[in-house]
């Protein structure tokens, strides 16, 4: 498999990358490496990882609590301490070994450190695999609300292995699927084809073609100033649920795809109402949605914290939600605005 150049690194799949990593390493003679994990990472991942990695550098494990509730600034400090603890300076590596969490909050603990430090990102589930490790984004949550605090950073390179995915259950890999299915009805329909006929899926080739869709993407608008923003769809009402789930003590948290799975659906609504997205093809998102996620009962009486959320997301401007929207699969409009009727409207239809 091919690697992929992005902005200012590659992205390299399966042996190749474990070769070119060790290639990078002996290259810039880093002083020390240090490997972030999870407890899941570390047992399941890093013994994979580290026979296939070969290096004379001191190495230096730093494990952190898994779960979206530790994305934040408190765990990066412990990070920072560690790091400082253990003897590294500027001439160190990181490598993030793990999935979102892992490579959000790693690349942003790495490119704060003595005001930057290399790092490398190994993800290990689907959902970082296509979305997280890719594009330069890095961050942690403030409270509930996603990825407040963060910066673009790019890492020195991207290792793809899908034999990772071994180590994940099969809600992770759904949840990976939700980003898969963004990159579908917004950029490549036949992604979208694939996954609705329910073929034998390859799922290489869907990683594969997902990165190869975001680092197009991303190459064109590094900043999000403009087409970018289609990475979004389904992501603003999304990610407002998942942060309610995440802060409801009466509620078990959704994980980043079955809440984006949510807003995908009730944004193709939305689409469909403002528009005129076809109604077929709403009804075709929802069918698609509903095979393979369960469904998730919004109350009515959780709408207006839902909502309340909205006013938080990190795209608004002057106040304002921004929701990018379907014309028709593969034709978008960015920054739309819509009412707070229509959002529950949408919410209502997801729940028919």
């Known amino acids: ?39 899941n990472t570390f047992e399941h991942c890093y013994p994979k990882f ?6 004379e550098n001191r190495i230096e494990i730093i494990e952190i609590e898994s779960g979206e509730i530790n994305k934040n600034l408190e765990t ?12 590294g300076d500027r001439k160190s590596l990181l490598i993030t070994l793990g999935g979102g969490v892992i490579t959000d909050l790693g690349g942003f603990v790495a490119s704060c450190f003595k005001r930057g430090i290399d790092f490398v990102n190994v993800p290990t589930t689907l959902l970082s695999m296509v979305d997280a ?17 963060g910066l673009f950073a790019n890492p020195e390179m991207v290792l793809v292995d899908a034999a990772y995915l ?36 390859h799922i290489k080739d869907l990683i594969f073609r997902s990165i190869e869709i975001k680092n197009e993407v991303v190459l064109e608008d590094p900043k999000e100033k403009n087409i970018r923003k289609i990475l979004n769809f389904g992501h603003t009402l999304g990610h407002a649920i998942e ?26 609504y939305m689409s469909s109402r403002l528009l005129g997205f076809p109604a077929e093809k709403v009804a075709e998102v929802k069918e698609v949605v509903l095979a393979i996620y369960d469904k998730i009962n919004l109350l009515k009486e959780d709408f207006v914290a839902i909502i309340e959320l909205l006013k938080h997301d990190k795209k608004n401007v002057n106040g304002q939600v921004n929701f990018v929207l379907l014309n028709d699969y593969e034709n978008f409009k960015l920054d739309c605005k819509v009412a707070e009727e229509l959002i529950i409207e949408s919410m209502e239809f997801y729940n028919l």
Request: aromatic share 8%.
């Open 50 to 55: 580290i026979r296939n990695f070969s290096a």
């Open 76 to 87: 990066c400090i412990g990070v920072w301490n560690a790091i400082t603890e253990l003897g």
């Open 133 to 149: 490790s890719v594009g330069g984004k890095t961050g942690v949550d403030l409270g509930v609300l996603k990825n407040q605090i």
């Open 243 to 268: 942060s309610f789930y995440l802060e409801s003590e009466n509620k078990e948290n959704l994980t980043h795809g079955e809440a984006i799975a949510i807003g995908m659906v009730c944004e193709s």
């Open 1 to 39: 498999m091919k690697s992929i150049k992005a902005i200012s690194y590659p992205v390299h799949f399966q042996d190749k990358a474990y070769k070119e990593l060790s290639t990078l390493v002996t290259k810039n003679n880093y002083s020390t490496i240090f490997i972030l994990v999870d407890e």
């Open 166 to 201: 071994e180590t994940v259950t099969p809600r992770e890999i759904k949840s990976g699927m939700a980003e898969i299915i963004k990159y579908g009805v917004t950029y490549d329909i036949k992604l979208f084809n694939e996954i609705k006929q329910n073929k034998e899926l």
